[in-house]
């Protein structure tokens, strides 16, 4: 490796050029199937379900980017999600952080526990607490950090460091921060996930999932789950996502620096009563998280001071947009109790605080006084009047 940033490896890290012709980019490998010169004489590939050039340099790409022993690309985060849960067995209990995705929660409340395999919710963000849902049945713990939406942060080494002595596998969901912002096996975690339709891509135009993990054993099974269950990342797919990376530091460097000014007017205005960003030094995550990540990301949740109104909020802003997602180049916003964790039960959202005044902003790279400027009319014109 003739680099030691990961500025660089984010450029010419995994495989970064076509052995054959010398292309810069690896081309995109639209097949399914290969050409085999005689019996079991293949030349590497067999079928793309299996393995697939384009497919194998984005996973030997986010493997070195987050120091693993091997990566997988999947059809979306869920995808992902569901491979490296299916290396767990009926009778086994998983814990998971108190605010994760809730396509997370979905898949191991309404179908993982179909197959007898059952979850408990730790507030992973306390140390004490975690050890004391530790059960012999628990064999891993899902982790977000910051955690979505209420930018949760959680100690990955302590968790990891206490999860390791009772044999818990430990699982980093990094898609709110990427490997550019924190690296969860270097902090002790075993497998990370991610949602790679958010920063990774980055322009909101591509669906997909990647995991990664750090030992030849957690590598040979993972593999065989995803040839298996065959929810893989297509060839043009994993293209746009190689595409995306290479810009992932530059992109992450203006994402963060507009989200830590987008926080401080947020934190700083009279219509706005609480902020929940782990960058603001107020915030109670912000030393945790200065310890194992670059910064507070890009994320950014938010509720309007009581007399505001939350769908003229929503009808009232002009730039930043009122969609799922998060991580593209554009600011999104959202409302998380009726879209991205409308699918866990409202006892359990008020219990760990998604509220239904709870909004979510994912800063964008367009001009932060513009952002601003829209989220300032916005929350003017949702003052109700008297
Ligand atoms: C979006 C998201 C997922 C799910 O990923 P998909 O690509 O939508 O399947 C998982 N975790 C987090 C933190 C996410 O934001």
Known sequence: MAYKNINTALIHGGISTDERTGAVNIPI?????YKQDGLGKMRGYEYSRTGNPTREALESLISELEGGHAGFAFASGMAATTAVLSLFNSGDRILISSNVYGGTFRVLDKVFDHFGFTYRISDTSDPAAFERDITDDVKAVIIESPANPLMTVTDIRAIADISHRHGITVIVDNTFMTPYLQQPLKLGADIVIHSATKYLGGHSDVVAGLAVVSTEEQAKRLAFIQNSTGGVLGPFDSFLLIRGIKTLSVR??????????????LHEHKG????FYPGLESDPGY???????????AMISFELAEGHD??????????????????????????PST??????PKEIRDQVGITDGLIRLSVGIEDIDDILSDLSQAIDRSEVRK
Not at 252 to 265: G, P, Q, V, Y
Not at 287 to 297: H, I, P, T, Y
Not at 339 to 344: D, L
Request: hydrophobic fraction near 40%; include cysteine; charged fraction near 20%.
């Open 310 to 335: 939350i769908n003229t909020f929503f009808e009232s802003l002009e730039l930043v947009t009122l969609a799922e997602s998060l991580g593209g180049v554009e600011s999104l916003v959202c409302h």
């Open 29 to 33: 490998y639209q097949t399914s199937t």
């Open 339 to 344: 879209m991205t964790h409308a699918s866990i």
């Open 287 to 297: 030393e945790v998280n200065l310890r194992q990540a670059k910064n507070g990301g």
């Open 272 to 275: 706005v009563s609480k902020v």
């Open 252 to 265: 992450m460097d203006r994402h963060t620096e507009n989200a830590l000014k987008a926080a401080s007017f």
